[in-house]
């Protein structure tokens, strides 16, 4: 059974830096690893991403603030975030995903982490 836990959320002023981390278990290795958040009221929303050949991909709101790493064949997945705003207030989801084939894709979350920015 796939399982993914986060941590390193918290509370942190507006400017501050907070950095996430993931680990997974249950398949030998992942196509892609990711992170989303989620605020009360809303879908859930894209942050980033990073494949098996270490490319990233970034939501517009937050390129140049947060940055993603990690370990796709160990399952392990980082991401640090500078410059916090208000509007980064959420549950940050740990997300990986499997693809066998290019027509399918199996995705598994974390329980989420809450990053909470106020002064």
């Known amino acids: 059974q796939v399982q993914l836990v986060e941590s390193g959320g918290g509370l942190v002023q507006p400017g501050g830096s907070l950095r996430l981390s993931c680990a997974a278990s249950g398949i030998l290795r992942f196509d892609f690893m990711g992170w989303y958040r989620q605020a009360p009221g809303n879908q859930r929303e894209f942050i980033a991403r990073i494949n098996h050949s270490g490319s990233t991909i970034y939501a517009d709101s937050v390129k140049g603030r947060f940055t993603i790493s990690g370990d796709n064949a160990k399952g392990m997945v980082a991401l640090q975030m500078n410059n916090l705003k208000p509007e980064d207030t959420a549950v940050y989801y740990c997300?990986?995903?499997?693809?066998?084939?290019?027509?399918?894709?199996?995705?598994?979350w974390g329980q989420g982490t809450q990053v909470t920015v106020s002064s």
């Open positions: 997300n990986a995903a499997f693809t066998p084939t290019v027509e399918r894709t199996y995705n598994y």
